[in-house]
């Protein structure tokens, strides 16, 4: 069934053929002045289980918007007096969760790809099929529900348990929080264990919130940062005149922390001398201070955290095997980035709306922008991430990040992280010249280049938006 429209539109874009795609139903407004297209619109939407609002013009479809919740605001471009446009803009004020997938009747995409650009989630270009509408109204719902599932993770059940920082929705991370939650309660020493920026720290912070202990001080130590002579003092305090510099007494973080937790960072890089002093403070729950003979009591709950193997380390002696297993109580360990791929696009909107809070300017990822930070392998984790978030949206333009937009470096290195990221450099490069090429001895005649190349003209265009290839800079429109 191909939904009417008027003639010359472009293709629609490639489909399977099979049944019409099913998404989780959702409330949707559908926006068109043409009466015959917006009740077909509706009926096929209706038809797989969708809540359906009609709007006979954009001045119906802002009083609906400004006093009803949608979903999914569906909306022709070219209306009388408020166009799609303008729409497009007040959802966006409005309602900056609702996604707007617009839709034009005209042979070129310059109004498309404006809309888009003013924050529009998708176009559909007329005519277009049953199950292509389906399935754009589907992924519009996707990313209607992840929007909104980073606000319900950092609803008041997060709060609570201090994890309204930690995003996942992935089966690891999933199982990693209920860990977490179970153990806080408790006193029992953790070690948590992961690479450098998956947020070992968060964890630490979240297992002290959910614990008696929460409002007690969190004490962090990056064991690092802190030369061998000084940690231990840094950690049990030392007396007057202990050591040169020494002009008065001090007490050591232990102290500090008493009745609270003690965040013990980078525990593996410490010497095996520090470490007996270490193991004795967590078993008899006293220190020393340098200088002094007589113990200090402390209640602490220590928690460590490591991006070394420590049983390796143990097994080449670098690391003290009684003193592992008393801060290996409870291991946890936090799966990289890459292992939990499902939770990019979550964590990417959760920086976006993190930035909008701070400087009042809401951004948006294109199609493009969430596959490329998918497809990424991520060396350096959640910190990296945030930090590509961070730059992209800073510079970005417009309203809405694009692929090229994002300043991901290629790292260097060998084994299956470096051949993933070869491969999939190797693929978009190899797009990127076969389109180039093909534009280049079609003149520019974009439709010209899909025909050669075998795709629809919208899947042409979604290509060259992805690989930062600009139409009109190529010299021509996609028409048909």
Not at 61 to 79: K, N, P, Q
Not at 165 to 170: A, T, Y
Not at 348 to 368: D, I
Request: hydrophobic share 40%; with cysteine; aromatic share 4%.
């Amino acid at each position: 069934m191909t939904l009417p429209s008027a003639p010359g539109g472009p293709p629609p874009e490639d489909a399977a053929g099979g049944p019409p795609v099913r998404a989780s139903p959702g409330k949707i407004l559908v926006v068109d002045d043409q009466k015959n297209m917006r009740a077909t619109t509706a009926m096929v939407l209706r038809s797989a289980g969708h809540a359906v609002e009609e709007a006979e013009d954009g001045a119906a479809a802002l009083r609906r918007i400004g006093g009803e919740a949608f979903d999914v605001v569906l909306t022709d471009l070219r209306m009388p007096t408020v166009d799609g446009m303008e729409v497009l803009r007040e959802a966006r004020r409005l309602a900056p969760e609702t996604q707007v997938i617009v839709m034009t009747a005209y042979g070129t995409f310059e109004s498309a790809v404006e809309a888009i650009r003013r924050g529009a989630y998708d176009f559909l270009a007329k005519p277009f099929r049953e199950d292509e509408l389906l399935l754009r109204v589907s992924k519009a719902l996707e990313k209607r529900r992840l929007v909104g599932e980073v606000n319900l993770l950092a609803g008041e059940f997060r709060r609570r348990y201090g994890l309204e920082h930690i995003v996942g929705r992935s089966p690891a991370m999933q199982e990693l929080l209920d860990r977490v939650v179970r153990i806080a309660p408790t006193d029992a020493t953790v070690l948590i264990s992961g690479e450098s920026g998956t947020g070992k720290e968060l964890v630490a912070r979240a297992l002290h919130v959910a614990s008696r202990r929460g409002e007690r001080p969190f004490v962090p130590v990056n064991c690092a940062a802190i030369t061998e002579t000084l940690l231990e003092s840094e950690l049990f305090g030392h007396a007057k005149g202990s050591f040169t510099g020494a002009t008065r007494a001090r007490r050591g973080l232990f102290e500090e922390a008493n009745g609270g937790t003690l965040f013990v960072d980078e525990i593996g890089e410490t010497a095996p001398g520090f470490q007996a002093k270490l193991l004795r403070a967590l078993q008899e729950g006293e220190i020393r201070r340098v200088g002094e003979s007589t113990p200090v009591q402390v209640d602490v709950r220590v928690v460590a955290a490591t991006n070394q193997d420590l049983r390796r380390a143990v097994a080449e002696r670098r690391f003290r095997e009684d003193l592992y297993y008393r801060l290996a109580v409870v291991p946890l360990r936090i799966p990289p980035l890459r292992e939990r791929r499902e939770d990019v696009a979550l964590l990417a909107v959760h920086f976006l709306e993190r930035f909008a809070t701070r400087t009042g300017a809401t951004k948006t990822l294109a199609p493009g922008a969430i596959e490329r930070l998918s497809a990424h392998y991520w060396p350096g984790n959640v910190r990296e991430l945030e930090n590509v978030i961070e730059h992209a949206a800073a510079l970005a333009r417009g309203p809405e990040i694009r692929a090229e937009d994002l300043q991901i470096e290629a790292h260097a290195g060998t084994g299956p992280a470096s051949e993933a990221r070869t491969l999939a450099a190797a693929v978009e490069e190899a797009e990127r010249n076969a389109i180039a090429a093909a534009v280049a001895r079609a003149g520019g005649d974009l439709s010209r280049v899909a025909r050669e190349l075998g795709v629809s003209s919208t899947t042409l265009w979604r290509k060259m938006k992805r690989l930062g290839l600009d139409a009109r800079a190529a010299g021509g429109a996609l028409q048909d």
